[in-house]
């Protein structure tokens, strides 16, 4: 078995894993969609939606991306087998956050002091945990434990439904619940993760190094500003439209972003996995024909995702999404197609990753968002809703095309343009026909996607195939085909 292909069962079997987990997590997430929408009033939603939003762009600048840099780190370190530097490592890396914990407490307690900010305890607490979540999460990645991430994240949305559900349904909290149930999730995603890989034995306070956290802070930094801008990308729109409309519109923008939501959390999966093995190889004599080869596979496997929830949301949307949202449903096509293009940068961005080229990543983010809020200031009073889908749409095509162009000089990476040209045309098609709303152009709309799907994952699905049968055989022999194949268990 060459190395390109021994890459490639390496991808699919982390993907596999972490699929297990991330699947099960989305798929509950959005079975509490029908409860926000029926229990809790637009503008109530949109205000704790609003909040999250700025808590998500809080935690990367709180933690200093030491969240992306201990998983880098780890990766080198596991492949060494060192285990003096990954206690160094993981000390180092977990006292700067108590440090952390302790200063954002403190400053907490200020601030609600001082302004008496409606759930500023709850927000505070929710800070905290997720924080320290993020980080037990990234060195499970680094460790190489997959699966026990995987597990973490389904305890961690059993647990967030199961506390909506009994405060929303058994007691009529308001959104408040939202931030409580993400508080409880949290703090047993952490809890799991500590006794499942012992992570208290890793910690050393004697190996707590000031050299290695210079190292850190080197890598961590420029990924701070990078995160400021995706959060600038992604939800300033929701900011702005609360400003120039109100809030009510936000939680309908809210309830659109839901859906384009489930790509990238599926797609949050294979980025893992993506930057896992990217980086574990970057240096291997065959990276470029891996790269290359992997990155049409994904784009094609995405392309699908995306035009199946298109195509299957007009026979579910009004069953699951309260009538005071129903307006959501005509910009999801939009926001669909802007985080499908942002897939693509995303590939790209994990070659930076790999490089350990944070400060390109920086850079290109903060072009886009510099983009994203002109055009949303020139257009969202005329445009409404619309105006954040477009300026979205159009930050990451730009974003992706800058990124395209320049990690050329790392790796030579090639897109297939017919491809790419095909799947923007029938998603082209898909929408109009979604948009029209009529049953039976709904069921030739799904069957024509699934047909098409089929067409450009052919060899997708038969690498799956594959790894399947190389997963549950112990041995296996492979003709130059690799059409045959002959089974030998032990």
């Known amino acids: 078995m060459n190395v390109t292909k021994k ?35 637009a503008s109530n ?5 609003l909040i999250q939003t700025y808590i998500s762009l809080l935690i990367p600048i709180l933690i200093i991306r030491f969240d ?18 990954l206690e160094k490592l993981i000390t180092t890396v977990l006292y700067s956050i108590l440090a952390i914990c302790i200063f954002v407490i403190i400053i907490g307690i200020i601030l609600n002091t001082i302004f008496n900010i409606k759930y500023g305890v709850l927000i505070v607490i929710n800070i905290i945990f997720l924080m320290i979540s993020n980080i037990f999460l990234q060195i499970a990645r680094g460790l190489g434990k997959n699966i026990n991430y ?54 050393k306070l004697k190996k707590y190094d000031i050299k290695l956290l210079k190292q850190l802070l080197k890598y961590s930094l420029p990924m701070i500003p990078n995160g400021l801008s995706w959060w600038i990308v992604n939800v300033s729109d929701r900011t702005l439209i609360s400003l120039f409309i109100n809030t009510a519109m936000n939680g309908i923008y809210s309830i659109s972003c839901k859906f384009s939501g489930i790509l990238n959390n599926v797609f949050a999966i294979f980025s893992m996995s993506w930057q896992e093995t990217v980086s574990l190889h970057i240096n291997d004599k065959d990276i470029n024909i891996f790269i290359n080869q992997l990155f049409n596979k994904i784009l094609s496997i995405f392309a699908s995702v995306s035009l199946l929830i298109i195509v299957i949301l007009p026979f579910c949307f009004n069953i699951i999404i309260g009538s005071e949202y129903i307006e959501s449903y005509n910009y999801i096509p939009i926001l669909i197609y802007a985080n499908f293009i942002n897939i693509i940068s995303q590939l790209i961005g994990g070659i930076y990753i790999a490089k350990k080229q944070t400060n390109k990543i920086m850079v290109t983010t903060i072009i886009a968002a510099i983009i994203n809020i002109i055009i949303n200031l020139i257009f969202i009073r005329k445009l409404k809703l619309y105006a954040a889908c477009i300026s979205t749409l159009i930050s990451y095509v730009i974003i992706t095309i800058y990124r395209y162009v320049d990690v ?21 098609i898909s929408s109009c026909m979604y948009i029209y709303n009529n049953i039976y152009v709904s069921v030739i709309n799904f069957i024509l996607v699934l047909i098409y799907s089929l067409l450009i994952n052919g060899e997708v699905l038969y690498e799956i195939k594959n790894v399947i049968i190389h997963k549950f055989f112990r041995k296996e022999s492979i003709d130059k085909d690799g059409k045959n194949f002959k089974r030998r268990l032990k």
């Open 68 to 85: 992306s840099a201990v998983f880098r780190f780890l990766i080198e370190e596991r492949k060494s087998k060192n285990q003096n530097n």
């Open 45 to 49: 939603y949109g205000y704790v939606d």
């Open 7 to 41: 890459n490639n069962i390496e991808y699919y079997k982390n993907t596999f894993i972490l699929l297990a987990g991330k699947l099960s997590t989305q798929f509950i997430s959005f079975l509490l969609l029908p409860l926000f929408t029926a229990k809790l009033s």
């Open 150 to 203: 995987s597990i973490s994240c389904v305890i961690t949305t059993i647990v967030n439904l199961i506390i909506n559900i009994i405060l929303i349904l058994g007691y009529n909290f308001d959104s408040s619940s939202i931030l409580i149930s993400s508080i409880v999730s949290n703090f047993a995603c952490a809890i799991y993760l500590q006794f499942s890989i012992k992570i208290n034995k890793l910690i």
């Open 408 to 428: 050329k000089k790392y790796i030579d990476i090639k897109i297939d343009y017919k491809r790419l040209l095909s799947i923007t045309i029938v998603f082209i």
